[in-house]
């Protein structure tokens, strides 16, 4: 078995972005090679130490792809075994640091994928305890120095790593999140409305701190023109009411969520890339984004969407004025934008994964 994956595999398609990143991966490398991927005993209500140690569980088993949830000791037992060339750590997990106890009996590689930058998550924008701060820490330190390939989303995530860590630049390759077929086919299917409202849909988690929910909605509070704000999760005490809360969805549900929305707005003041953004563009969508969001390199200001600095209030309510005014150019824009999935589907975007793993 020449390549072992390592992270957080969701059997369901209620997926966050790095379990997307992660699922969709394992699933075009095992069109044509074996492989296993490898998740942990994570939930510590449900699973004790034993399993914790020397747990092992079937997920799932097709021809190619096995998914296995392993302890720590059963983990490195089954590195013993079958002696992977390739380890990738497809999402950061503290359990992961287990197969660097690997590198004292065998030389191989490990390839990780840098979805965010934790220690500095946890000191901007969440609320962690000492020990699993100082854990944090230390396991990102561990996969930063040791691994042989950092894959980055972005070069201002590449930046944010350099505050935090010393790393050898050879290490980094940027690549980009993709996006699955079925957004791109409810752009073909988008009908174009002129009705006196503009639906706007959150692209992120409206619960996150740094997705810039509440500098988005200090926007809005702003704007004269009729919007509707869609948006999963809610932090304020009283729901604007311009505000319509979704639950969150599976990848199909919210490919068809978003076929009658307008406008995408990705405002945080950190994101390494913004998967929701990539697939509200493949959706048809005219999608508005923060400097501050890896998919900037992607749009082109007025042309396949529309780029404003975090923090610049005005900036972001002309845009959004002027897409209101201009309705009639919102099809120009969203035929542009779903262009993205030609650039960024997953098979185009696995093609660049495809060298790290040696004669593939």
């Not at 704007?223 to 932090?235: H, M, V």
């Not at 005219?286 to 404003?308: A, D, H, P």
Request: hydrophobic share 40%; glycine share 6%.
């Amino acid at each position: 078995m020449k390549t072992i994956f390592i992270g957080r595999y969701n059997p369901t398609e209620f997926l966050t972005g790095p379990e997307k990143v992660a699922k969709r991966i394992f699933s075009e490398y095992t069109k044509k090679n074996k492989s296993v991927f490898i998740e942990y005993f994570f939930d510590g209500n449900k699973f004790g130490i034993y399993k914790k140690l020397f747990g092992r569980e079937l997920i799932s088993d097709t021809e190619n792809g096995t998914v296995l949830r392993l302890g720590l000791v059963s983990l490195l037992l089954f590195l013993l075994k079958h002696k992977p060339a390739f380890i990738h750590i497809i999402t950061y997990e503290r359990f992961a640091v287990t197969a660097f106890l690997y590198r004292i009996f065998f030389s191989f590689r490990i390839i990780y994928n840098v979805h965010g930058i934790v220690i500095h998550e946890n000191l901007n924008y969440r609320k962690t305890g000492k020990l699993y701060y100082l854990k944090d820490k230390l396991c990102e330190y561990i996969i930063f120095k040791f691994s042989d390939n950092l894959l980055f989303l972005s070069e201002e995530s590449v930046r944010i790593a350099g505050m935090y860590y010393c790393f050898n630049k050879v290490k980094i390759k940027i690549i980009p999140n993709g996006t699955d077929e079925i957004f791109h086919i409810k752009s073909i299917a988008r009908k174009f409305h002129t009705r006196d409202m503009l639906k706007i849909v959150f692209a992120g988690d409206s619960g996150r701190k740094e997705k810039g929910f509440e500098f988005l909605i200090n926007a809005l509070n702003e704007c004269d023109f009729r919007f509707k704000l869609y948006a999963t999760g809610n932090t304020f005490p009283v729901i604007p009411e311009f505000y319509s809360e979704v639950p969150f969805m599976d990848t199909e549900s919210y490919a068809e969520f978003l076929s009658d929305k307008d406008v995408a707005v990705s405002s945080g003041i950190y994101e390494p890339f913004s998967i929701s953004a990539l697939e509200s563009m493949a959706a048809g969508l005219v999608t508005v984004v923060s400097k501050q969001t890896g998919m900037e390199r992607y749009i082109i200001s007025g042309l396949n969407g529309f780029v404003f600095d975090y923090g610049n209030t005005d900036e972001l309510i002309s845009i959004l004025n002027y897409l209101y005014s201009n309705r009639n150019n919102l099809e120009v824009f969203s035929r542009k934008s779903s262009e993205i999935y030609e650039m960024l589907n997953w098979e185009k975007v696995f093609e660049t994964y495809k060298p790290l793993y040696g004669n593939y």
